[in-house]
């Protein structure tokens, strides 16, 4: 069953997914998460995606978070006169920043201050560094520019400058403009582009909230800045998402996967949710089979320690989406069944706030008496994120009546969420747990399993014990398919 799976996957929606049809198909395909991209569509596309992944959360009884990623400072070619010219090496051709559209030898670009940032010898990479171009001289708005890999430029393709420090805000208008969307509507994860800097991260917090808003913060790393400051900037961030295609781009690609494996390794001893993104499965944009070279790509990240997977092109507007979600699906549970890394408990830091106490608690009592579950009764999610950083072998199943909190802890490895009724009492929750586990088929009468709750009960106090539990629930048995949350039927099928 889907809920079997630890490692997240985040999909974009676009064209091939925004339906509500396709996005009910992508929950069932298995979906964790769904990332709307403000690079492309309009508030009112946006906004029909989330009404939608609303409905069919609660219908389907398969809470799914929502990801906004904001477009930040990007740089970009304009537009050209018949959608793309073609640019062969050793051409010589002028960009310019002035409002116009562009034809063969003339490439526009939206950044205002490119004439700033550019001096001769400047390397100037277009389409996620699939064309080059060398800058020869600075004139007013234009630059003179020789090509040195060429190829199809085609309208709105990106442009990175590597190395050179760009005097632009984190945020753009149009960023705030979106933010005030992503707020006003709810969204669980607010992605930041182009982070450079803490202060980048404190800036976007302060705006969320002065909101009042609950939304969490993912900081994506793409620039060389990012990585001289990474353990700062993860610090301050609610998660982290390797983005692969600029980061690339900035460091060179020979030395990506280094980086990959660092920002990981630097997210999981900090405890924060990491998101491994780009081309993960690109091959099945156009084909309905991932190339051996993209199979080896995710398990690895699987196995490096991400929390979550990223489908961009693949389910935004790819031919096989649905069959590219159950892929990556069926590869990590793959690599997971083998997978010999749980139990990452280290006891190296000598004092830790009382949440993260409990939660190293509970998963040495887990691992220590073989337990099936650890079952985190929460109002916010916090000690279900800390006992995901543990990597437990046991199931950590959190439980809440607050759907906000489950939506959010979608991202989180191993975390698996379910609607409990209010409770006043241990033996109010006891009944409940019982229940839940036979019936959904997460445990069994006899099983062991430990809860984290606070105390008292009926006060709603914080996180503060841990409970050693053994399942009853002898008059229950598993319920059929049809009458179970999504995630812990049998994988439905999505043809």
Not at 301 to 307: C, H, K, P, Y
Not at 350 to 355: I, Q, R, T, V
Request: glycine letters at 6%; hydrophobic letters at 40%; proline letters at 4%.
């Amino acid at each position: 069953m889907l809920a079997d799976r630890r490692a997240k996957i985040v999909a974009t929606i676009g064209p091939a997914t925004r339906d509500e049809k396709n996005l009910e198909k992508a929950i069932k395909a298995g979906m964790n998460v769904a990332r709307l991209n403000f690079s492309h569509g309009s508030h009112e596309d946006h906004l029909k995606v989330v009404h939608s992944l609303r409905k069919l959360s609660k219908e389907l009884r398969a809470p799914v978070a929502i990801l906004q990623d904001l477009q930040g400072p990007k740089i970009r070619v304009g537009k050209f006169e018949n959608g793309s010219i073609e640019i062969k090496p050793g051409e010589k051709l002028v960009v310019t920043t002035a409002a116009v559209l562009g034809k063969p030898g003339l490439v526009p670009s939206d950044f205002k201050e490119l004439p700033l940032a550019c001096v001769p010898g400047t390397k100037i990479l277009l389409d996620d560094g699939l064309m080059e171009l060398k800058v020869l001289a600075v004139r007013g708005e234009e630059l003179d520019v020789e090509v040195i890999y060429g190829g199809i430029l085609k309208d709105r393709k990106g442009m990175n400058l590597p190395g050179v420090n760009l005097p632009v805000e984190c945020m753009t208008e149009k960023d705030l403009t979106d933010l005030e969307f992503g707020i006003v509507n709810k969204v669980d994860y607010i992605a930041l582009s182009f982070v450079r800097h803490a202060r980048d991260i404190r800036k976007l917090r302060e705006i969320i909230e002065s909101r009042g808003s609950s939304a969490k913060i993912i900081a994506k790393i793409e620039m060389i800045e990012a990585i001289e400051n990474l353990e700062e900037i993860c610090r301050l961030s609610d998660a982290v998402m390797v983005a692969r295609g600029d980061l690339a781009v900035e460091v060179g690609q020979s030395r990506l996967p280094g980086f990959q494996k660092r920002i990981i390794s630097v997210c999981n001893q900090l405890g924060r949710p990491v998101i491994t993104a780009t081309q993960m499965l690109d091959s099945m944009v156009e084909n309905p089979r991932p190339t051996r070279a993209e199979i080896t790509d995710v398990a690895n990240a699987v196995l490096d320690g991400t929390d979550a997977l990223m489908l961009s092109a693949e389910s935004a507007s790819g031919k096989y989406p649905f069959k590219c979600i159950r892929t990556m699906h069926e590869i990590i549970c793959e690599v997971e069944t083998n997978e010999e890394k749980y139990y990452k408990l280290s006891l190296e830091n000598e004092f830790l706030s009382a949440p993260a106490a409990i939660a190293a608690s509970a998963s040495l009592s887990a691992l220590k008496l073989n337990a099936t579950a650890i079952i985190c009764l929460t109002t916010s999610g916090k000690t279900a994120n800390i006992i995901s950083g543990f990597r437990p072998k046991a199931r950590v199943i959190s439980v809440t009546q607050h759907m906000d909190v489950l939506n959010a802890m979608e991202l989180n490895w191993g975390v698996q969420t379910h609607v409990i009724k209010p409770y006043k009492s241990m033996e109010d929750i006891l009944v409940q747990v019982d229940q839940l586990l036979v019936t959904h088929g997460l445990a069994k009468t006899g099983d062991r399993v430990i809860l984290t709750l606070g105390q008292p009960i009926a006060q709603g106090a914080k996180t503060n014990s841990i409970y050693v539990h053994t399942v009853g629930g002898e008059s229950y048995s598993k319920l059929p398919d049809d009458q179970l949350p999504l995630r812990c039927q049998q994988d439905p099928e999505i043809y």
